[in-house]
């Protein structure tokens, strides 16, 4: 709700101001413009990054307008945690080997559907407890391995940001593109246009720069930074699972495992202790 209240307080703010000094919105209605700063931001986005990324980045985008990491969130990945440790501390670690081998059916992973529904996140965790029922790796050894694949897990979940920040940086520039081409047009009708001609295809020109400095940092700058956060907010859940498993590892039992998990979290949706304990207790 916050990025939509953002997203109309820009175009109130701009379009506001621009009308009350009697400003003209017809004359911002350039349509030629728009295609042109539009196809070659989508053309550069398209030759910068993998085929992928653009559905993807999409996806990011519109799901940043409802973010699933909040404090319910948080309870469920612990809780889950919490209960599957618990598990293979009562009955071993042999009897949660159903549960890591098919999450989808195990009746543990169906108490907590948002988790469960992160293909990703329910890999992750059932990899390392697959580690961990090994027996064979050392609580130091298995943290060293949860670095090396957040370091890169890091890079991919950065990647959206960096591409989205690609083009914001690049949109002033494709802005000057379109107001060039327009002072091309204006320049070659000059000795077939009269006055007022000339200065709708300079004001044509100028709307050209404009949308593209107003989509660069009302827009896809402010995206970019959103899909930083994100994926900060990310892989801080993915760093509590790690410092919980760990502390499962080094001989915690789950109550304290879930609680170094819980002390990992930001603390701006992070559960008290009492949450945490009555919400596992709960389950």
């Known amino acids: 709700m916050a990025k939509l209240i953002g997203i109309i307080v820009v175009f109130a703010s701009v379009l506001g101001g621009y009308v009350l000094s009697h400003g003209k919105i017809a004359a911002l209605i350039q349509p030629f413009e728009v295609m042109i700063i539009g196809g070659a931001a989508l053309g550069a986005f398209v030759q910068a990054n993998p085929g992928y990324m653009t559905m993807h980045v999409l996806k990011k985008s519109l799901s940043l307008f409802s973010s699933r990491?909040?404090?319910?969130f948080y309870l469920?990945?612990?809780g889950l945690i919490y209960e599957i440790l618990n598990k293979s501390r009562r009955e071993g670690m042999m009897a949660i080997e159903g549960d890591i081998e098919d999450a989808a059916a195990s009746p543990i992973f169906a108490k907590y559907?948002?988790?469960?529904?992160?293909?990703?996140?329910?890999?992750?965790v059932c990899d390392y407890l697959r580690i961990m029922s090994s027996g064979n790796m050392a609580p130091h050894e298995l943290e060293n391995l949860f670095d090396m694949e957040l370091a890169s897990l890091k890079e991919d979940l950065d990647h959206p940001s960096h591409a989205v920040n690609g083009i914001a940086d690049a949109m002033p520039g494709f802005g000057i593109v379109a107001a060039v081409l327009g002072i091309v047009v204006t320049m070659a009708s000059l000795g077939e246009s009269d006055q007022k001609m000339i200065g709708v295809h300079v004001g044509a020109a100028l709307v050209g720069t404009f949308f593209g400095i107003l989509a660069a940092y009302g827009f896809f700058g402010p995206l970019a930074h959103a899909l930083r956060h994100d994926a900060k907010e990310e892989l801080n859940i993915y760093e509590a699972i790690k410092a919980s498993l760990v502390a499962s590892a080094s001989g915690m039992p789950p109550s304290l495992a879930v609680e170094f998990g819980r002390k990992v979290l930001y603390p701006a949706h992070r559960p008290s202790f009492a949450e945490l304990e009555q919400a596992v207790r709960g389950r």
């Open 69 to 72: 990491f909040n404090h319910s």
């Open 76 to 78: 469920e990945v612990l």
């Open 113 to 124: 559907p948002t988790v469960l529904k992160d293909e990703r996140m329910t890999a992750f």
